[in-house]
T-cell receptor, first 113, second 111 residues
Framework: SQTIHQWPATLVQPVGSPLSLECTVE??????LYWYRQAAGRGLQLLFY??????ISSEVPQNLSASRPQDRQFILSSKKLLLSDSGFYLC????????????FGDGTRLSIL | DQQVKQNSPSLSVQEGRISILNCDYT??????FLWYKKYPAEGPTFLIS?????DKNEDGRFTVFLNKSAKHLSLHIVPSQPGDSAVYFC??????????FGAGTTVTVRA
């Protein structure tokens, strides 16, 4: 069966510090991968998605970037965090067929001080 | 632009009764609709989906209804159980990989 791992579960970082969140998927090959952010009281906002190694699409302009160095690894990064980067970050995967559900990791609660 | 809207932020229902969650969308190009359930400090879990060519899909206690003319879908949970207390998200897709999510409805099942 497929599993998705996301870490860390919580992270407290000072403003201006760098960020690296990692997500890995097991039990499937060539998945689509996604990064979402959920702000308090809001729905999930798609930040990035990837359909293959090195292929990244950005949905919203922001202070973050994503990379996919391996087939089942997806990384969310920032060089200098802003207060507005606080939130709950979720990684997800899906098969490549349109309309198939996305499956989420347990998320990272990021607090910027 | 919020293309998927869940206008009820919360719902309280007695155990054993029916829970009805509603979702409206504005983009007529959406052709897949999904419901997710989320517990605190966890990622959302896929519950049930429906294609735009159908008007009903059932899976155990969960049934999703789609009214394309009204751009409206609903999730029925019968009977409601304490473990159903969670946040429920409606999501929609346009035959591509991306999902647009509503803001969620918090369901509380009372004993």
């Amino acid at each position: 069966s497929q599993t998705i791992h996301q870490w860390p579960a919580t992270l407290v970082q000072p403003v201006g510090s760098p960020l690296s969140l990692e997500c890995t998927v097991e039990g499937t090959s060539n998945p689509n991968l996604y990064w979402y952010r959920q702000a308090a009281g809001r729905g999930l906002q798609l930040l990035f998605y990837s359909v293959g190694i090195g292929q990244i699409s950005s949905e919203v302009p922001q202070n973050l970037s994503a990379s996919r160095p391996q087939d089942r690894q997806f990384i969310l990064s920032s060089k200098k965090l802003l207060l507005s980067d606080s939130g709950f970050y979720l990684c997800a995967w899906s098969v490549w067929t349109a309309g198939q559900p996305q499956h989420f990791g347990d998320g990272t609660r990021l607090s910027i001080l | 632009d919020q293309q998927v809207k869940q206008n009820s932020p919360s719902l309280s229902v007695q155990e054993g009764r029916i829970s009805i969650l509603n979702c409206d969308y504005t983009n007529s190009m959406f052709d897949y609709f999904l419901w997710y359930k989320k517990y605190p400090a966890e990622g959302p879990t896929f519950l049930i989906s429906i294609s735009s060519i159908k008007d009903k899909n059932e899976d155990g206690r969960f049934t999703v209804f789609l009214n394309k003319s009204a751009k409206h879908l609903s999730l029925h949970i019968v009977p409601s159980q304490p473990g159903d207390s969670a946040v429920y998200f409606c999501a929609a897709s346009r035959n591509d990989y991306k999902l647009s999510f509503g803001a969620g409805t918090t369901v509380t099942v009372r004993a």
